[in-house]
Antibody, heavy 113, light 107 residues
């Protein structure tokens, strides 16, 4: 069974930083593209970023470019999202997802102004 | 960016109804389209990938079709557990983009 456990969410002031982690089990992590998707309260889904299995390619939505950084540790079957210069509009539940096929329960990030 | 639209934005249906949701892309995405189901307070669930391929464990009452810019998700006989919001996603180009969602409500 595939399991995804996101952690690291919380309340932060505007301009602050957070690092999300996602622990993955039940599949071959090192062979998977990994994505982050977010959902603001009461809103739809928004793709944020993804990373190639070997970490050599990373893609981002424009609204987070230069502020967020996706990374992975294949030895630890873990995915990360470093979020800097946070804004109130980054408030959302953040989901990690291998190849957009499986989903964790998400980590809530709240950015106060 | 590729813009995704869905219609209707919401619909009311009864158990046993056949339900069809349409997703349109602003440019040709071949068949690089997924469908997801999300219930309130829950994570999304993958239903269909590559336009028409069912994810493992997804019942055959769900089906997808289309190509190019117009796609459909059909639920052949709506069951109580199917009342939810449905999203399409294109993965032809970056950034990946989701449709705004279609809420399926009980009539």
């Amino acid at each position: 069974e595939v399991q995804l456990v996101e952690s690291g969410g919380g309340l932060v002031q505007s301009g602050g930083s957070l690092r999300l982690s996602c622990a993955v089990s039940g599949l071959s992590f090192s062979n998977q593209w990994m994505d982050w998707v977010r959902q603001a309260p009461g809103k739809g889904l928004e793709w944020v970023a993804n990373i190639k299995p070997d970490g050599s390619e990373k893609n981002y939505v424009d609204s987070v470019k230069g502020r967020f950084s996706i990374s992975r540790d294949n030895a630890r079957d873990s995915l990360y999202l470093q979020m800097n210069s946070l804004r109130p509009e980054d408030t959302a539940v953040y989901y990690c997802s291998p190849s957009l096929n499986y989903w964790g329960q998400g980590a809530l990030v709240t950015v106060s102004s | 960016d590729i813009q995704m639209t869905q219609s209707p934005s919401s619909l009311s249906a009864s158990v046993g109804d056949r339900v069809t949701i349409t997703c349109r892309a602003s440019q040709d995405i071949n068949n690089d389209l997924c469908w997801y189901q999300q219930k309130p307070g829950r994570a999304p669930k993958s239903l269909i990938y590559a336009t028409s391929s069912l994810q493992s464990g997804v019942p055959s009452k769900f089906s997808g079709s289309g190509s190019g810019t117009e796609f459909t998700l059909t639920i052949s006989s709506l069951q109580p557990e199917d009342f939810a919001t449905y999203y399409c996603l294109q993965y032809k180009r970056y950034p990946r983009t989701f449709g705004p969602g279609t809420r399926v409500e009980r009539k």
